[in-house]
């Protein structure tokens, strides 16, 4: 039993990481896209629904630019990043030639070596994919729930 800080409701609560906070949240909040559980690692291919939305992660559009840069900012070359990671040399050239977009087991990978984002969370409705910020302070959890 506990509080959960969300939303304020007394009963079952867990341990969380919202926003880069750790937090103690209740089931009902958890089921929220951008709440990750402690001690499980972070399910990148999730798929969460959020009464009637529907958060997906997809590969940011400039994995390629974010992935270059990460590297050389590494000091590395296509091989020794490659070969940090365990993939073939020429998956690096073609991932960040932009002619492969990673799947997320690579996309993953290469965001945690190079410590960049490359794995967004984005709603998804029939109009397509709507990008939602959730680094933006002003967009809260409270503001995602009173969405309709
Ligand atoms: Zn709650």
New binding site residues.
Partial sequence: MGV?E??G?IGEVRDAVVEGAMVQ??S??SKHGNVVFIPKPVALERKKEVESFEYIDVIVDNYSSLIKDGREKKGLNHEELAKAIAEKESVISQVEAGNMKPNFKLAKKLAVFLNIELIENVESSKEGYKNINFKDSSLTIGDLLKKE
Avoid: A, D, T
């Fill in positions: 959960c969300i939303c409701r949240v209740c009902r909040c």
